[in-house]
């Protein structure tokens, strides 16, 4: 079963002063605005790379822990994901250096440490860490909630 997302980007003008327009093949995301400032320095209201990395994620590693925790006998009631993706000057140019994953759960008969350890299984199996391991430092926390 292969799946294939589209989206398409239209810029205009220079890097510094140019600004672009994406949209999702699905709809979802339709005349999104993008500029180099709202990646490196204000967003004010539009998005970048870096937020839709964060996004994606966040959604891939939360279906991936929802499963584990399922599969393992602990379906849960709420998973919680903030991802935080990093753009960060590197020797002369720009680069996505880190992505911190800070997860909340609530999920009945599960210890912490278990919740942990399905945590760490859902990082680095999901496949957007997947996609990026190796060359972007992936780390996550968990907090169990009662």
């Known amino acids: 079963m292969a799946a294939e997302r589209t989206a398409t980007v239209t810029w205009q003008g220079s890097l510094?002063?140019?600004?672009?327009?994406f949209s999702t093949g699905s709809g979802a995301l339709g005349d999104q605005?993008?500029?180099w400032a709202s990646r490196t320095e204000r967003s004010e209201g539009r998005t970048s790379p870096e937020e839709l990395i964060a996004a994606a994620h966040a959604s891939c590693l939360s279906m991936a822990l929802s499963n584990i925790l399922t599969k393992g006998g602990n379906e849960p009631e709420r998973?919680?994901?903030?991802?935080?993706?990093t753009i960060d000057a590197v020797d002369g140019g720009f680069k996505i250096t880190t992505i911190r994953l800070d997860v909340r759960g609530r999920v009945p008969g599960i210890d912490e440490e278990s919740f942990r350890q399905a945590v760490a299984q859902a990082k680095d199996g999901c496949p957007v860490s997947g996609a990026l391991q190796g060359n972007v430092e992936i780390s996550a926390s968990a907090t169990l909630e009662s």
Not at 16 to 21: M, P
């Open 16 to 21: 510094a002063r140019g600004r672009g327009t």
């Open 33 to 35: 605005e993008v500029t």
């Open 79 to 85: 998973l919680q994901v903030q991802a935080t993706c």
